[in-house]
């Protein structure tokens, strides 16, 4: 069996029981959230399946950077097409669009496990497909911590555990992408803390500004995005005018921030 028809495979049967779990109500039988609960069974499902796709060729950190990376996406996407997708399809026009975002899943399932499967040879040896792998494996990475900041500031939790949560979020996004650096590891695990160390300061100063949950993740994202490109790129090849592109792109961010915010009666700062 070749390795596309195991994603195939992978891919239908975590969608298939995605469908299934979405009709079963476990609060009749457990006092709990069952959309967290949910999303964690088809992401551990998930993963044993990855594992399987992948032919069981792993050991050490990839573990992480592979297996849980990849199964914390797929969390992170069922509990945002559940919490805010999925609330209501009564209508059949919304029934349609919940077939087509399904697909759309499906989809994403399948690409990501390709995906996850060059970055596994390619931490192995070199092979050509590898960039194009890890450009991909940024967008993902880009998405989910946007799905993430915005489910994380929509909770009710307090704000301790959020940026608890929101730095093990940071964490284990960062370590997926330096992890692929042919770099020493020292330096990846200080690069990776640094980027965590700052991400943090800036969600728990900002966790409190007047701004739309919406807005504030896609600041934090921007942020995420800038740091990880000055972080995957070579000092010495980064050229000035992409040093200038994310000058540009974070003084359009900042100002969008200030002009967003609404401070008491006294309205936006700009």
């Given at each position: 069996?070749?390795?596309?028809?195991?994603?195939?495979?992978?891919?239908?049967?975590?969608?298939?029981?995605?469908?299934?779990?979405?009709?079963?109500?476990?609060?009749k039988?457990?006092?709990?959230?069952?959309?967290?609960?949910?999303?964690?069974?088809v992401?551990?499902?998930?993963?044993?399946?990855?594992?399987?796709?992948?032919?069981?060729?792993?050991?050490?950190?990839?573990y992480?950077?592979?297996?849980?990376?990849?199964?914390?996406?797929?969390?992170?996407?069922?509990?945002?097409?559940?919490?805010?997708?999925?609330?209501?399809?009564?209508?059949?026009?919304?029934?349609?669009?919940?077939?087509?975002i399904?697909?759309?899943f499906?989809?994403?399932?399948?690409?990501?496990?390709?995906?996850?499967?060059?970055?596994?040879?390619?931490?192995?040896?070199?092979?050509?497909?590898?960039?194009?792998?890890k450009?991909?494996?940024?967008?993902?990475?880009?998405?989910?911590?946007?799905?993430?900041?915005?489910?994380?500031?929509?909770?009710?939790?307090?704000?301790?555990?959020?940026?608890?949560?929101?730095?093990?979020?940071?964490?284990?996004?960062?370590?997926?992408?330096?992890?692929?650096?042919?770099?020493?590891r020292?330096?990846?695990?200080?690069?990776?803390?640094?980027?965590?160390?700052?991400?943090?300061i800036?969600?728990?100063?900002?966790?409190?500004?007047?701004?739309?949950?919406?807005?504030?993740?896609?600041?934090?994202?921007?942020?995420?995005?800038?740091?990880?490109?000055?972080?995957?790129?070579?000092?010495?090849?980064?050229?000035?005018?992409?040093?200038?592109?994310?000058?540009?792109?974070?003084?359009?961010?900042?100002?969008?921030?200030?002009?967003?915010?609404?401070?008491?009666?006294?309205?936006?700062?700009?």
């Amino acid at each position: 069996m070749t390795l596309r028809t195991k994603a195939i495979i992978l891919s239908v049967v975590f969608i298939g029981a995605f469908v299934v779990l979405s009709f079963v109500d476990i609060t009749k039988v457990f006092s709990i959230n069952q959309e967290i609960t949910k999303s964690i069974a088809v992401s551990l499902l998930f993963a044993v399946g990855l594992y399987w796709v992948l032919g069981f060729n792993f050991k050490g950190i990839r573990y992480i950077t592979i297996i849980g990376y990849s199964a914390f996406i797929v969390f992170i996407l069922s509990l945002f097409f559940q919490l805010i997708v999925f609330q209501n399809t009564q209508r059949i026009s919304a029934q349609t669009f919940s077939v087509f975002i399904l697909i759309v899943f499906g989809l994403i399932t399948y690409f990501l496990i390709l995906t996850i499967n060059i970055l596994n040879i390619s931490y192995i040896s070199r092979i050509p497909l590898a960039q194009a792998a890890k450009a991909s494996n940024f967008l993902y990475t880009l998405f989910t911590s946007y799905f993430s900041f915005l489910l994380l500031l929509r909770t009710g939790v307090d704000e301790i555990v959020k940026i608890l949560l929101f730095t093990l979020v940071i964490l284990l996004l960062t370590l997926n992408l330096f992890w692929f650096k042919k770099e020493a590891r020292r330096q990846l695990i200080g690069e990776t803390l640094s980027v965590v160390l700052f991400m943090s300061i800036l969600f728990a100063v900002l966790m409190m500004w007047p701004l739309p949950v919406e807005v504030s993740s896609m600041f934090f994202t921007i942020v995420f995005y800038i740091l990880l490109g000055l972080g995957l790129e070579d000092r010495e090849t980064t050229s000035v005018l992409m040093r200038i592109e994310y000058a540009v792109i974070l003084l359009v961010a900042l100002f969008f921030l200030l002009k967003l915010s609404v401070w008491g009666i006294n309205g936006p700062i700009l």
